[in-house]
Nanobody, 123 residues
Framework: QVQLVETGGGLVQSGDSLRLSCAVS????????MAWFRQAPGKERDFVAA????????STAESVKGRFIISRDNAKNILYLQMNSLKPEDTAVYYC????????????????WGQGTQVTVSS
């Protein structure tokens, strides 16, 4: 089991950038596939991006492709989500997750979740 803590959310304007961080503790970060999901009020938790243990393989949702970049620093045990060209529709609570399934886009395939960090994008 691992513990995940997201930070970096905030209030921004359309077109701004944010970098979310997820600190990983417990087991070595490289032992897990990592991912970011997001959930707006009253909506399903949606896949954003996933990353392999080594950081060599990624999967990104079409809605954020070209704008968001997922990466990890295994030496520091930190997962990142660089968000560029933010839009109001990106407003949601963002969660990091860790699991054992290769680049899964399904929330149920992840065993460990952070508490979430709020991202709000104004027009």
């Amino acid at each position: 089991q691992v513990q995940l803590v997201e930070t970096g959310g905030g209030l921004v304007q359309s077109g701004d950038s944010l970098r979310l961080s997820c600190a990983v503790s417990g087991r070595t970060a490289s032992s897990y596939f990592m991912a970011w999901f997001r959930q707006a009020p009253g909506k399903e938790r949606d896949f954003v991006a996933a990353l392999s243990g080594s950081g060599g393989s990624t999967s990104t949702a079409e809605s954020v492709k070209g704008r968001f970049i997922i990466s990890r620093d295994n030496a520091k045990n930190i997962l990142y989500l660089q968000m560029n060209s933010l839009k109001p529709e990106d407003t949601a609570v963002y969660y990091c997750a860790a699991g054992r399934i290769f680049l899964s886009r399904t929330p149920s395939r992840y065993d460990n979740w952070g508490q979430g960090t709020q991202v709000t994008v104004s027009s």
